[in-house]
Nanobody
């Protein structure tokens, strides 16, 4: 089982980045997915979540209106489109999977790694001029 994030990097304030998370080794379409981040010296913060088929998406207040979380089940890939980036968005971003079983409206907003079934290695996003 693997979740592999990519797309991080250095971007100026106001800029955009798109993170990708490619899944393998499990049935991606059966899992609700989330993005969780950890800023330097701080704890884990839940960012966004999407139900297994994508009908329901949720965002933390800190990113609402700036981030979107599409998924492509045919490609086993989760995305995080980040626009209007701010310095406070600087963090390591992790994607995480939570089994949704037969429910296509289930989503999970936890920030603890131990509460997810699978967790990626993270990708660094730095917002700085």
């Amino acid at each position: 089982v693997q979740l592999v994030e990519s797309g991080g990097g250095l971007v100026q304030p106001g800029g955009s980045l798109r993170l990708s998370c490619t899944a393998s080794g499990f049935t991606f379409s059966s899992y609700a997915m989330s993005w969780v981040r950890q800023a330097p010296g701080k704890g884990l913060e839940w960012v966004s979540a999407i139900a297994r088929d994508g009908p329901i998406v949720k965002y933390a207040d800190s990113v609402k209106g700036r981030f979107t979380i599409p998924r492509d089940n045919a490609q086993n890939t989760l995305y995080l489109q980040m626009d209007s980036l701010k310095s406070e968005d600087t963090a390591v971003y992790y994607c995480a999977a939570k089994a949704a079983y037969s429910t296509n409206t289930y989503y999970f907003t936890g920030s603890s790694k131990g509460r997810y079934d699978y967790w990626g290695q993270g990708t660094q996003v730095t917002v700085s001029s």
